[in-house]
């Protein structure tokens, strides 16, 4: 039986769908006005991988991910860049996708964008105004009344006064209380390129907190199974969201809340606010995807991940081990009867599968993995290399030819130059000339070209 981590109750509980056999889940996506960096990159490939093993386990998953195309930060960059922000939000929604394609993301199956739902926004402040946690201020802001609603830090565990006290409490005199948010941002000029929408309270623009509310609502219903995110959104951006969902819609928002943990560098989460973040194409320039997802996912998510390339080196050597086994067996899915897949009734799959269903628990499930290749090794049973075949499937691993995973990569020498080599030392074996046969092997090496001589013949890899 599935357990999910809820940060709401902040325990592991059994997964029950509100609708048998079917799962709804919200991830809050990406803010459209640069580069994704590796934090990003935790976030999809997580949210990917629990909506791959909930179909594995049986469900019917709808999967929605937003893309937030208008925003302060995306207005300033659009304005700096001299370019519209329709323009600005699609060449980083093209680049999204492009490194989100690289990692093996799935697409989610609604990818909302916040300007195609500013009439379910406007209508839920309606809402929230009629049931008085709502108001316009002086300024012509509507703000959302945060100490009327009474589950206020429910989800972060915050008290009122806890937060009155904290720097996040912005002091603004327009506000009945500072811990009042904004819902609807009024036009700060009547300049006609400036970004904004009719409503009853005049021209403006949702705040960022509304507009998640209004997407899963509309999309996934006003109660549904999962919302997802990373860490830094527990506060305030979830919590918001629960109260004026909560607030509009006067019932329980969501079941499960999910939250996996952030990148560190030196013990610093990576953000682009402290500069010390990689792009994810920065990252692809130097290491294959897979790699990059097996390092994401070899991690527990709600675990902090270290970035290094100390560790990305050992996520590319551990990886290039699983591969290693399933080469020693040819064509592994090939040769097994066909649309066969994961033998849950075999014992590594039985253990891959409570690892999974242990709050999607990816670091034991890949532990599971290696003990089969292993067996792969020992036994070379077909059957064994198609099962860790399928269950590297299952997470978006070990989808490739092996072949084509060990010996590709960039590097310095090509294909034809490595097999040139390789027959020179063949030639030199023959001759009786070990010295020789040594030294291209060690070059070879040098040059990150790993051999490996077998009964029948000698193959190669990039180490």
């Known amino acids: 039986m599935l357990k999910i981590y809820n940060t709401l109750n902040r325990e592991k509980q059994e997964f029950k769908p509100i609708k048998p056999g079917h799962v709804g889940m919200y991830v809050c996506g990406m803010t459209v006005y640069d580069y994704c960096h590796l934090g990003h990159a935790r976030v999809m490939v997580v949210f990917d991988m629990v909506q ?121 005199s327009n506000k009945n209380d500072p811990l009042d948010f904004v819902l609807w941002k009024h036009a700060r000029s009547d300049e006609p390129d400036e970004v904004k929408w009719d409503s009853k309270w005049g021209k403006g623009r949702p705040g960022w907190h509304i507009e998640c509310s209004a997407m899963s609502s509309r999309l996934l219903g006003e109660h549904f199974d999962i919302h997802g995110g990373g860490a830094d959104l527990q506060f305030p951006h979830h919590e918001n969201e629960i109260a004026q969902s909560e607030g509009a819609n006067r019932c329980q928002f969501v079941n499960y809340w999910m939250h996996n943990g952030f990148v560190r560098v030196d013990n610093e989460k990576m953000s682009k606010s402290l500069g010390n973040f990689f792009t994810i194409r920065e990252v692809l320039e130097r290491y294959d995807p897979e790699v990059v997802r097996f390092f994401i996912l070899r991690a527990h998510y709600r675990s902090p991940l270290n970035y290094s390339d100390a560790h990305l080196d050992d996520a590319k050597g551990a990886l290039s081990r699983l591969y290693t086994a399933l080469k020693c067996v040819p064509s592994p899915l090939a040769l097994l009867p066909e649309g066969e897949g994961v033998n849950w009734n075999e014992p590594h799959a039985q253990r891959f599968k409570a690892a999974m269903d242990d709050d999607f628990n990816t670091s034991e499930a890949i532990a599971v993995l290696f003990d089969l290749a292993n067996e792969v090794n020992r036994s070379q049973s077909l059957q064994l290399a198609g099962q860790l075949k399928s269950l590297g499937l299952v997470l978006g691993l070990l989808e490739r030819d092996a072949t084509e995973f060990l010996q590709g990569g960039s590097g310095g020498l090509d294909d034809a130059a490595i097999n040139s080599q390789i027959a020179a030392r063949n030639e030199a074996k023959k001759a009786k000339n070990y010295a020789q046969a040594d030294k291209i092997r060690k070059e070879l090496l040098e040059a990150g070209i790993v051999l490996e001589d077998t009964a029948q013949g000698t193959s190669w890899r990039r180490g």
């Open 52 to 172: 791959r093993w909930l179909k594995a386990s049986g469900y019917d998953v709808t999967y929605v991910r937003n893309i937030t195309d208008i925003d302060d930060k995306i207005i300033r960059r659009a304005g700096e860049n001299k370019e519209s922000i329709h323009a600005l939000t699609k060449r980083f929604i093209d680049a999204m996708h492009e490194d989100a394609d690289a990692l093996g993301v799935e697409r989610p199956d609604h990818e909302p964008k916040a300007t195609q739902f500013v009439p379910e926004m406007l209508s839920m402040i309606e809402r929230l105004e009629k049931n008085e946690l709502a108001y316009q201020a002086a300024d012509s802001d509507v703000n959302f009344s945060v100490r009327k609603f009474a589950g206020y830090g429910k989800l972060s565990g915050k008290s009122l006064e806890d937060l009155r006290a904290g720097e996040r409490v912005e002091v603004d």
